[in-house]
């Protein structure tokens, strides 16, 4: 591989996924507990997080796509793979106590149950990608275009303008029951309305408020797009794609393995530890129970089962693909969903009935 073209995937992919480590960690943004909460608490803030991340990515990414900056990538529509692979997925990432993401900066806080799922996805969607589950996961992939060949999405060729219309609306629905309460508390009780006072405190050690940590990832997400396809890569984040890249890697040395996916989630671990060791939150923790560890495991091969057949995993999907109004990426997510509430039930809830 020329050096011009291996620094230009690794110093942009490690930078990325450095500041993606570093907001996800600070912020304990992780989408299994943010619709898992949703059942078990009644807690809303996490995935009022995620939904603001989607909001500002609506309009970054429909922003670039206008500009020509980057080309419209939506995920694939396969009916079966989508559904059984996003249900899947969701029942994986409640046992493996963790989402892609959420799994990934995990390790870097130290977790050893987290390292061994994420082990797990690894070999999960190793095995359906290339080894013994390939051939189940590929006949569950047939994909359904429109009538030009290209990947479904809600709007067609409106989409970029659609994504545009939809995230104004989500930022205004933000400011209006948010952002404007919070001013005018502030402003009654005569504070700093903008309060930038001890802002090293807030960066590095404090948590991130929902709202921040969801903004701040939704940004990040439109800079990671200009950076993949800056390298040959035309997508935003994903997780376990570049996981899977690393083992493939691993097995065939092969450089063409090598890709920026790969470095920015190795980046997620360095930046998550770096701020774990910043707010002294670094710790190596072990499950009491060695029964804990296996069943992270499994979680682990599920999902990483569920995201090669559903053409990804939470971020690729969730995160990075229904803001592109993506058909299938829409269809994964929702089933991400009910799967993870289905094991939460299943898991905590079941027996208090």
Same mark, same amino acid.
């Given at each position: 591989?020329?050096?011009?073209?291996?620094?230009?995937?690794?110093?942009?992919?490690?930078?990325?996924?450095?500041?993606?480590?570093?907001?996800?960690?600070?912020?304990?943004?992780?989408?299994?507990?943010?619709?898992?909460?949703?059942?078990?608490?009644?807690?809303?803030?996490?995935?009022?997080?995620?939904?603001?991340?989607?909001?500002?990515?609506?309009?970054?990414?429909?922003?670039?796509?206008?500009?020509?900056?980057?080309?419209?990538?939506?995920?694939?529509?396969?009916?079966?793979?989508?559904?059984?692979?996003?249900?899947?997925?969701?029942?994986?990432?409640?046992?493996?106590?963790?989402?892609?993401?959420?799994?990934?900066?995990?390790?870097?806080?130290?977790?050893?149950?987290?390292?061994? &799922?994420?082990?797990?996805?690894? @070999? !999960?969607?190793?095995?359906?990608?290339? $080894?013994? /589950?390939?051939?189940?996961? *590929? %006949?569950?992939?047939?994909?359904?275009?429109?009538?030009?060949?290209?990947?479904?999405?809600?709007?067609?060729?409106?989409?970029?303008?659609?994504?545009?219309?939809?995230?104004?609306?989500?930022?205004?629905?933000?400011?209006?029951?948010?952002?404007l309460p919070a001013l005018k508390s502030r402003k009654e009780a005569k504070?700093?309305?903008?309060?930038?006072?001890?802002?090293?405190?807030?960066?590095?050690?404090?948590?991130?408020?929902?709202?921040?940590?969801?903004?701040?990832?939704?940004?990040?997400?439109?800079?990671?797009?200009?950076?993949?396809?800056? &390298?040959?890569?035309?997508?935003? @984040? !994903?997780?376990?794609?570049?996981?899977? $890249?690393? /083992?493939?890697?691993?097995? *065939? %040395?092969?450089?063409?393995?090598?890709?920026?996916?790969?470095?920015?989630?190795?980046?997620?671990?360095?930046?998550?530890?770096?701020?774990?060791?910043?707010?002294?939150?670094?710790?190596?923790?072990?499950?009491?129970?060695?029964?804990?560890?296996?069943?992270?495991?499994?979680?682990?091969?599920?999902?990483?089962?569920?995201?090669?057949?559903?053409?990804?995993?939470?971020?690729?999907?969730?995160?990075?693909?229904?803001?592109?109004?993506?058909?299938?990426?829409?269809?994964?997510?929702?089933?991400?969903?009910?799967?993870?509430?289905?094991?939460?039930?299943?898991?905590?809830?079941?027996?208090?009935?």
């Open positions: 591989m020329e050096l011009e073209l291996f620094l230009l995937m690794l110093i942009p992919g490690l930078i990325v996924g450095f500041i993606f480590g570093f907001i996800l960690q600070r912020g304990r943004f992780c989408m299994n507990s943010a619709f898992r909460d949703i059942i078990l608490l009644k807690e809303y803030k996490l995935v009022k997080g995620v939904a603001l991340a989607i909001g500002v990515q609506m309009i970054g990414f429909s922003i670039l796509i206008l500009a020509g900056a980057v080309t419209q990538n939506p995920k694939p529509f396969t009916v079966f793979g989508n559904i059984i692979g996003g249900f899947v997925f969701g029942i994986g990432m409640v046992l493996a106590a963790g989402c892609a993401s959420g799994t990934t900066y995990r390790v870097g806080e130290g977790m050893v149950g987290s390292f061994v &799922a994420l082990i797990g996805l690894g @070999l !999960g969607a190793y095995m359906t990608k290339s $080894g013994i /589950l390939s051939s189940t996961s *590929t %006949a569950l992939k047939t994909t359904i275009t429109d009538g030009d060949g290209n990947n479904l999405t809600v709007a067609g060729v409106a989409t970029p303008i659609v994504m545009l219309i939809i995230g104004i609306v989500i930022l205004g629905v933000f400011v209006y029951f948010h952002l504070e700093s309305i903008l309060d930038f006072s001890d802002m090293k405190t807030k960066i590095f050690k404090k948590s991130y408020p929902w709202w921040v940590a969801g903004t701040a990832i939704g940004i990040l997400n439109c800079v990671a797009w200009l950076s993949s396809a800056a &390298a040959g890569r035309n997508y935003p @984040l !994903g997780i376990t794609s570049g996981w899977l $890249g690393w /083992l493939n890697f691993s097995v *065939t %040395a092969d450089e063409a393995a090598l890709n920026w996916l790969l470095f920015m989630v190795a980046g997620v671990i360095l930046g998550a530890f770096i701020a774990a060791l910043i707010s002294k939150e670094f710790k190596l923790r072990i499950p009491k129970q060695g029964k804990t560890l296996l069943i992270q495991f499994a979680g682990g091969l599920i999902m990483g089962f569920g995201a090669v057949t559903a053409a990804g995993c939470n971020i690729g999907n969730l995160l990075s693909g229904v803001p592109m109004l993506s058909v299938g990426s829409i269809v994964t997510s929702a089933f991400i969903i009910l799967g993870c509430w289905l094991m939460a039930y299943l898991l905590f809830m079941r027996e208090k009935e």
